[in-house]
């Protein structure tokens, strides 16, 4: 009885996380639509609690092609603590919840992205490329002064406003030259821009914004997410 014991048991582990993850990426596709499978993966700490139905987190690795007016290298969905109704959920071939699931969505966009939203928002002075540092973005530009072509950086920082990328310059940057002040204050203009999300995930918002080292990261909430 005690090998047939540990048997199932096994079994129960070994079948039972793909068995729920597989549910959870059927749900998420056909209720928002999705043209490709999400890739899910549960977590259960400590793990004999899945067994309970009881799961700790979660990640949902969306399509990320379909997110909205951006072009992220990466989307996912980060799931909050929920149990599942393992019994339900078997029997019925679908996933069973006690409680709405919720999440919070994520979506990290490349300097390449980066540089074209900012080339398809900015038209009086060239982009030639976008640096993504920790806490800012130094978009770069090329201007003329006495007729002499001159690099120049406009740094500033990055919002999200009403579901809305918002670049706010806040310097120039000419490596080593002096850019008079007009052509500065023109700079700082001409590279402002707003630049609308559009609809995420499920519906969902971009609410929040985090500079990092290569990388923009954009955040919002998706509320109950259809799972169950």
Known sequence: MLLVGVVLVVGTYTFLPPLLEGYVARNVQDRMGLAETPEVDLT???????????FSDGRVVLPS???GNVRPDEATIDLDPFDVDVRESVS???????APVTGDLRLELSEAEVNRIASSQVTTFPITGVDLRKGSVLVNSEVYVLGVPLPVGVEGGVEVQDNALVFLPSGVEAFGATVPEGVAAELL???????PLGEQFGGSVVTGVALRE????????????PVG
């Not at 259960?44 to 009881?54: E, H, K, T, V, Y």
């Open 189 to 195: 203009g001409g590279t402002s821009f707003v630049y």
């Open 214 to 225: 290569d990388w923009v990261v954009l955040t919002g909430e998706l509320g109950a997410l």
């Open 44 to 54: 259960s700490d400590p793990a004999p609690l899945m067994l309970l139905g009881r």
């Open 92 to 98: 019925s071939g679908g996933l069973q919840t006690q």
């Open 65 to 67: 092609a379909s997110a």
